[in-house]
């Protein structure tokens, strides 16, 4: 069974710079592509970065690109994201997933971490 876990969630004032970490149980973490996902109280859960299985390719919301950086460590088993600049409107619920593929669509991942909580401050 596959279990994810955030970390690194926290204040943190606009214009600064936050790494939230997954660590992906079992050993087969590099057969899955992974995804980031934040939900802002009455929004709906959107994909911010996905990351294909062996890290060679990337993609990003337009809202974070240029700001935040998606990679892994297939050795550790871990996923992060590196965010900078970080913006009042970046404040949310910070998820990371897992799936057979890189989309940003939210239905084709299969595994969910509990969410690591980011406040952004103006």
């Known amino acids: 069974q596959v279990q994810l876990v955030e970390s690194g969630g926290g204040l943190v004032q606009a214009g600064g710079s936050l790494r939230l970490s997954c660590a992906v149980s079992g050993r087969t973490f590099n057969t899955y592509a992974m995804g980031w996902f934040r939900q802002a109280p009455g929004k709906e859960r959107e994909c911010v970065a996905t990351i294909s299985r062996r890290g060679g390719s990337t993609m990003y919301a337009d809202s974070v690109k240029g700001r935040f950086t998606i990679s892994r460590d297939n050795a550790k088993n871990t996923v992060t994201l590196q965010m900078n600049r970080l913006k009042f409107e970046d404040t949310a619920v910070y998820y990371c997933?897992?799936?057979?593929?890189?989309?940003?669509?939210?239905?084709?991942?299969?595994?969910w971490g509990q969410g690591t909580q980011v406040t952004v401050s103006s």
């Open positions: 997933a897992a799936g057979l593929v890189a989309t940003m669509t939210r239905s084709q991942y299969d595994y």
